[in-house]
């Protein structure tokens, strides 16, 4: 199965950018659709982005034109680019690869912080 470790958060500024990175290893990583969700405190995990392994790609409205998924398949690892974070954006952010006949897996998550 993939196993998934998320680097690249951090605390930044309103208005500034981070680039989430989530390395998968195992096999059949290109057969895994890769996701991104989050979770602040006192409320529910929400979807944030996901890309699919032909490179088709989804995102929540609240980051829409904010938000970049993509994924290196030679290097085995998705990224998400943030663009002008908001203070509503700090979260966990988990990565997940999710492939059909298969459970979930998840990375350990990773913070983001965004001050006002």
């Known amino acids: 199965q993939v196993q998934l470790v998320e680097s690249g958060g951090g605390l930044v500024q309103a208005g500034g950018s981070l680039r989430l990175s989530c390395a998968a290893s195992g096999r059949a990583f290109t057969t895994y659709a890769m996701g991104w969700f989050r979770q602040a405190p006192g409320k529910e995990r929400e979807f944030v982005a996901a890309?699919?392994?032909?490179?088709?790609?989804d995102y929540a409205d609240s980051v829409k034109g904010r938000f970049t998924i993509s994924r290196d398949n030679a290097k085995n690892t998705v990224y998400l680019q943030m663009n002008s974070l908001k203070p509503e954006d700090t979260a966990v952010y988990y990565c997940?690869?999710?492939?059909?006949?298969?459970?979930?897996?998840w990375g350990q998550g990773t913070q983001v912080t965004v001050s006002s």
């Open positions: 890309i699919s392994w032909s490179g088709a790609t």
């Open positions: 997940q690869a999710h492939r059909v006949g298969f459970d979930d897996l």
